[in-house]
């Protein structure tokens, strides 16, 4: 069993729709991550989180730790935020990152 | 803004030849990361490196792979012999720390790396 989940896998919306991406954990954390992979390849660190909720212009992640639970949230979707979506948890037994396996998010103009 | 450069973007290797991927993480950070993407699959964790030693690896990281941290501001991969299965983007990522806000990882923009 995968230790990090995320779902949807793949996401096609329209421009302008409220999108949602989950991610659920199955180990003791100390920090979880949501990161961006742009089709180049290259990552970027959105968020770092190990309680309540954070906010970056359109993009909000929210972390539940009882229900080991995390979602990222895109209000507004415009097309340049079509790129996979990826949560990692740090292990609270170790530092190494756990990476989920990314969502792919499309927004169609 | 500071951030963290890889060399080369892309390298193509023999099978058994020995490749060493270069890091320059930013200047003030001193945490230093190794992760690979096979292509099409997750990220995975390879070693980090904290003090001029290694502070933790993943069973991926086998004698075939050593990190380094030469000078004072490049951080390397070296794999001794590659084998076909080593194709993959490796990230280097650094951090100023481990915790206190300061744990968020800067990554740089990859190292396409195909054995044939």
């Known amino acids: 069993k995968n230790e990090v989940e995320q779902s949807p896998q793949n996401l096609t919306a329209q421009e302008g729709e409220f999108i949602t991406i989950n991610c659920s954990y199955s180990?003791?954390?100390?920090?979880l991550h949501w990161l961006q992979q742009h089709p180049g390849g290259g990552i970027v660190s959105l968020f770092m989180?190990?309680?309540?909720?954070k906010k970056h212009g359109r993009l909000i992640a929210t972390i539940n730790i009882q229900e080991k639970h995390s979602s990222l949230h895109i209000t507004a979707s415009h097309p340049r935020d079509s790129a996979v979506y990826i949560c990692?948890?740090?292990?609270?037994?170790?530092?190494?990152?756990?990476w989920g396996a990314g969502t792919k998010l499309i927004i169609k103009p | 803004e500071p951030e963290v450069t890889q060399t080369p973007s892309h390298q193509v290797t023999q099978m058994g030849q020995e490749v060493i991927l270069r890091c320059v993480p930013i200047?003030?950070?001193?945490?230093f990361y190794w992760y690979r993407q096979i292509l099409g699959q997750k990220v995975e964790f390879l070693v980090s490196f904290y003090n001029n030693e290694i502070s933790e690896k993943s069973e991926i990281f086998d004698d075939q792979f050593s990190v380094e941290r030469p000078d004072g501001s490049n951080f390397t991969l070296k794999i001794r012999s590659t084998k076909l299965e080593d194709s993959a983007m490796y990230f280097c990522a650094s951090s100023e720390g481990l915790a206190g806000g300061r744990e968020t990882q800067y990554f740089g923009p990859g190292t396409r790396l195909l054995v044939l």
């Open positions: 990692a948890v740090r292990s609270s037994s170790n530092y190494q990152l756990i």
């Open positions: 200047s003030n950070h001193l945490y």
């Open positions: 180990v003791g954390i100390s920090a």
């Open positions: 989180l190990s309680s309540g909720k």
